[in-house]
């Protein structure tokens, strides 16, 4: 693969480039396709600050075949692959449309994040965390809509998205974004890495405090889902029901554990894996 990639540096310095990124795109949408396959056992058999930990497997695997892509090989593999560097394109067209697309998604990430930036600034946005050299918590201005139980709650979720880093693998994520903007594959990745990344900081707040499960799924229920998507921070994700189905439905304990004590008869979605303590 190496010697077959290398063979395209007889072409211009931009088809070069393009060669190697194709094989390490495709590493890095095949290494998405085996989280997503192993995220559910993962989960139950190594809880779910593990899933969120196998999203390093995607750019590591780009970065890798990369650099592996532009390492020369040996004199007579070069000689080997001569003839097939002569017949391929000159991919210049290619490279120059792909560096359109990630400007413009890059575009789009830096607007979205200026959009919910302003957001925090009126008040309005939140639970999130903003920031990568020094991530802050954000709340929503305090309108009584929580108790000072679940705003506990919600603070120590975000300070498990801080200790975890969590700010900066989405930060690498938006990269990747970016640098793949073409790849279906890379934005479904993204957007599940962050699923991945609240389950375990819910796993964390629960192990810490087995007895507020009712308490934690009132406030996922009452909490202001984001509606602008945060590329540099961690925040509640709002698309759709399913992935706070998830999130609520993992805090049922486990069969053999006391099941935490409702209050006002809360109504949840039903159960859908079982977060271990």
Not at 172 to 180: G, I, R, S, T
């Amino acid at each position: 693969m190496a010697d077959l990639l290398h063979a395209a540096l007889g072409l211009t310095p931009a088809s070069a480039l393009t060669v190697a990124f194709i094989g390490a795109n495709l590493a890095a949408a095949g290494a998405v396709i085996v989280v997503l396959a192993v995220r559910g056992v993962t989960r139950r058999v190594f809880g779910a600050a593990a899933v969120s930990d196998l999203w390093i497997a995607p750019p590591l695997s780009f970065a890798l075949v990369f650099l592996i892509a532009l390492i020369p090989g040996d004199s007579e593999s070069r000689s080997a692959a001569a003839g097939l560097a002569l017949r391929l394109p000159d991919l210049t067209p290619v490279a120059a449309t792909w560096a359109a697309g990630a400007l413009v998604m890059a575009l789009r990430l830096a607007i979205a994040q200026a959009r919910f930036q302003a957001e925090v600034r009126a008040g309005r946005a939140g639970p999130a965390v903003v920031g990568l050299i020094s991530p802050r918590i954000v709340l929503p201005s305090d309108d009584g809509r929580y108790t000072a139980e679940e705003r506990e709650l919600i603070r120590a979720h975000e300070r498990a998205h801080v200790a975890r880093k969590d700010p900066r693998s989405a930060a690498v994520a938006a990269f990747f974004q970016c640098l793949c903007w073409f790849n279906p594959l890379a934005h479904l990745g993204a957007f599940v890495m962050r699923l991945d990344q609240e389950l375990a900081c819910d796993a964390a707040v629960i192990i810490r405090r087995p007895h507020a499960r009712a308490l934690y799924a009132r406030t996922l229920l009452k909490s202001q889902l984001a509606p602008l998507p945060l590329p540099f921070g961690c925040y509640w994700p709002a698309r759709g029901q399913h992935p706070l189905e998830v999130r609520i439905g993992l805090l049922k304990p486990r069969p053999g554990q006391a099941a935490a004590r409702t209050e006002g008869g809360v109504v949840v979605a039903p159960p859908v894996e079982a977060i271990r303590p």
